[in-house]
C-alpha cells in the first residue's frame, strides 16, 4: 500500500526492532540490576574467548558479528489471553518479528503453549536479531472450574497494550508503516507493556490460590501485564560463564540446557540465574513474588529434521538415564548419550542432519568436477552451518522450571493445541525448518548458476 515516495518515508521495521530491543535492555537492567552483572561477566569471557582464539575473532569480524556481540538476542513474555496473543502479534509485526514455531510446554507439565516472534529474512537477523519466546497460558488444562473463571474475569478486565500503540498499530497497519518519529513513539509506548508493576491485580489470598494451581499462572493472572521475564545475550562460552556466576554472587540453574559442549556447536546450550524474589504489594499488602530473571544463550548450527530426531533421542536417553539424578550425573549421561552423535561439519552435512548455506570459494572449479562434493573439495563451492534462530521445548521448559519454586507440582496431561493456539494468534505460525531448508536450497542453486554448474542442483533434490 502506498506509493514508493510514501514507503520510503517509513522508518524500516529492522529499525524500529534495534530501537526497541535497546530500550528494553536499558528498561530491564535498571529494573533488575543483577542482569546487568550478568552482562558485564558475560563481556568480560567473550573478551576472554576471543584473545584465546584469534581465528574464532577473525571468523567473527568477517560475518560481521563482532560488534553486535553482546546485544541481546532473545527476551520472553507469558500472556493469558487469545486476545492478547493476537494484539501482541500485530504489536511484533511492526517490529518485524512474526511467529516462528510451535512449543508445547504441556510436555514437561507448564500451562502454557508458545511460539517465538523473530525476524526470517538473512538480512533481517543479521540486522538484528532480537525476538521474544512468547507463551499463552493455557487454562483450559487447569481442572478447578472455579479458579478458571476466576483467572478468566481478571484478565479480561485488564489492558496490557497503551491507546496510544493501539493507535500507532492501526496506523501502521492501514498506511504500511510509521515515520521515524512515530517509529520512536511506538517503542516508548510498547515498552509500557513489558514494564515491571510491583502492585499486583489480585489481593493475597487469590494470589495463593493462583500459586497454589501452578506458579506460573499466578505470574500470568496477578500483574497489570506481561511484564518481561528475562532478556538473553550471546556467549562464545557458556560454561565458562555457569562456571564463574557464583564469582560475581549469581546463583545459576543447576545445569545448561540443550546438547552438551561440541566442537562442532549443535542447536542451542542455553542457562539462566535463579529468578529473584521481588517485593509486591497485595491492594495495599506487602508480599513477594518470584519473577525475573537473567539468561545467556550460545547457538550452533540448524538440524534437520533427521538431525533433530537423531538429537531428541539422545536427549531422552540422557534424561532417562539420569533420572532423579542431580547436575553432576545429568551432565555425564548427557556426554554419554552424544557420543554417538556426529560432531563434525562436514559428516553432518554428508549425512544430511543439519542445514548449510552455500557460496561461492574463491579457488575455480576443476573442469572435471561432476557432483557438489568435488565442488566443496575443490574449494569451488563454499558450505557455511546455518545458525539455528529458535528454541528447543526441552530446554524452555527446563528454563520455565528453575524460575519457578522447587515445589511446584507439575502434572498437567500433555495435550498440545496447535489449532487453538494458532486460531487465538489470527494467524498460521511458520515451520521452522521450512525456513532453513529455503536457504539451503536457495544458496545452493545460486552459487552453483554462478559455477554454470546448475544440471547439479538434481543431484541435490535427489539426495
Ligand atoms: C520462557 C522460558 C523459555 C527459552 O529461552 O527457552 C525461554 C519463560 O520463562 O517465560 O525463554
Ligand atoms: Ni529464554
Given amino acids: 500500500m502506498g506509493n514508493p515516495s510514501s514507503e520510503a518515508a517509513f ?16 528498561m530491564y537492567r535498571a529494573e533488575v540490576p543483577q542482569y546487568g552483572t550478568l552482562i558485564e561477566l558475560v563481556r568480560d569471557i567473550n573478551a576472554a574467548t576471543l584473545d584465546a582464539d584469534p581465528a574464532l575473532r577473525a571468523r567473527l569480524q568477517a560475518a560481521g558479528e563482532l560488534d553486535r556481540l553482546d546485544v541481546e538476542r532473545h527476551g520472553a513474555i507469558r500472556l493469558g489471553t487469545g486476545e492478547e496473543l493476537s494484539l501482541i502479534r500485530r504489536m511484533f509485526a511492526i517490529l518485524g518479528m512474526v511467529p516462528v514455531g510451535y512449543y508445547d510446554l504441556s510436555v514437561a507439565g507448564i500451562p502454557v503453549h508458545s511460539t517465538a516472534f523473530r525476524p526470517v529474512d538473512e538480512a533481517a537477523l543479521k540486522r538484528n536479531p532480537f525476538r521474544v519466546f512468547t507463551s499463552l497460558l493455557r487454562l483450559d488444562l487447569v481442572d478447578d ?21 493501539i493507535a500507532l498499530i492501526e496506523q501502521a497497519e492501514r498506511e504500511g508503516g510509521l515515520s521515524a518519529l512515530e517509529a520512536e513513539q511506538f517503542v516508548a509506548e510498547a515498552l509500557e507493556t513489558f514494564r515491571w508493576h510491583s502492585d499486583a491485580t489480585v489481593d493475597q489470598a487469590t494470589y ?12 500470568v493472572v496477578s500483574f497489570k501485564g506481561p511484564h518481561i521475564n528475562h532478556l538473553t545475550p550471546r556467549t562464545l562460552d557458556i560454561d565458562a560463564v555457569q562456571t564463574a556466576m557464583p564469582q560475581r554472587g ?20 542455553q542457562t539462566s540465574f535463579k529468578a529473584l524474589n521481588e517485593d509486591v504489594s ?20 540448524a538440524l534437520t529434521p533427521k538431525g533433530r530426531a537423531a538429537y531428541d533421542a539422545a536427549l531422552a536417553t540422557a534424561r532417562k538415564a539420569a533420572a532423579g539424578q542431580g547436575g553432576a550425573g545429568y551432565l555425564e549421561a548427557l556426554d554419554a548419550a552424544f557420543t554417538g552423535f556426529v560432531d563434525d561439519y562436514d559428516a553432518l552435512r554428508e549425512q544430511g542432519l543439519a542445514f548449510f548455506r552455500y557460496r561461492v570459494g574463491t579457488r575455480a572449479a ?33 528454563i520455565f522450571q528453575s524460575n519457578l519454586a522447587a515445589d511446584d507440582q507439575s502434572n498437567y496431561s500433555p495435550a498440545a493445541n496447535q489449532d487453538a493456539f494458532e486460531a487465538a494468534l489470527g494467524q498460521p505460525v511458520i515451520d521452522e525448518m521450512a525456513l532453513y531448508a529455503r536457504v539451503e536450497s536457495e544458496s545452493l542453486k545460486d552459487a552453483l548458476a554462478a559455477l554454470g554448474q546448475s544440471h547439479l542442483m538434481d543431484e541435490s533434490r535427489a539426495a
Wanted: net charge negative; hydrophobic share 45%.
Fill in 366 to 398: 576443476a573442469s572435471d568436477a561432476d557432483s557438489i562434493s568435488d565442488l566443496l573439495q575443490a574449494g569451488a563451492l563454499v558450505a557455511d552451518p546455518q545458525v539455528y534462530e529458535d528454541f528447543l521445548p526441552v530446554s524452555a521448559a527446563g
Fill in 145 to 165: 472450574p472455579a479458579l478458571v473463571a476466576q483467572a478468566r474475569e481478571i484478565l479480561a478486565k485488564r489492558r496490557i497494550v497503551t491507546d496510544g500503540a
Fill in 282 to 301: 497485595f491492594e495495599g499488602q506487602p508480599g513477594q513474588h518470584l519473577a525475573r530473571f537473567g539468561e545467556i544463550e550460545q547457538r550452533g548450527v
Fill in 250 to 269: 549469581i546463583d545459576p540453574k543447576a545445569v545448561v540446557e540443550g546438547p552438551p559442549r561440541r566442537a562442532a556447536d549443535i542447536l542451542l546450550r
Fill in 208 to 219: 495463593d490460590k493462583l500459586v497454589d494451581a501452578h506458579r506460573l499462572i499466578a505470574d
Fill in 11 to 26: 522508518a524500516h521495521p529492522d529499525r524500529i526492532r534495534s530501537l526497541f530491543s535497546q530500550a528494553m535492555s536499558d
